[in-house]
């Protein structure tokens, strides 16, 4: 329903979806593919439990849980609906822009990839 509200007001279709709190399962695969979705998650998290904006900042440069440096091609999850991620992006993007980091949309990442976006498929990040 959601899908169909943000195409009817503005005629852009959705097509990736984020499952909440990361959580899979073979019915969030299949409904996905049913909407024409992917699923994408995320590899780096401000972590939506922290108050302080530098300490989020600093999280997702190293992750605090299991000391996980940012690299090329993670994808952050940061909540805009949270004023202290929001002030966290201040920081973060001018640092990442100063590191040499080019920063895009999930949708850019994914078509720059060499096998673009498929309906229906699992995105996240490859373990080398």
Not at 103 to 117: A, K, R, W
Request: net charge negative; with cysteine.
């Amino acid at each position: 329903k959601t899908n169909d509200i943000v195409f009817d007001n503005t005629g852009f279709a959705i097509c990736l979806l984020r499952p909440p709190g990361g959580s899979m399962g073979w019915e969030v695969t299949r409904i996905a593919k049913e909407q024409g979705m992917a699923v994408v998650k995320w590899s780096q998290s401000g972590n939506v439990h922290e108050q302080d904006p530098e300490k989020i900042a600093q999280n997702v440069q190293k992750q605090i849980v299991n000391g996980k440096e940012l690299e090329d091609g993670d994808i952050i999850l940061l909540h805009d609906t949270k004023e202290r991620m929001v002030s966290a992006v201040e920081l973060i993007i001018p640092q990442l822009l100063k590191e040499g980091y080019q920063l895009v949309t999930v949708s850019e990442l994914l078509n720059l990839s060499e096998e673009g976006l498929e309906i229906g498929k699992t995105y996240h990040k490859q373990e080398n």
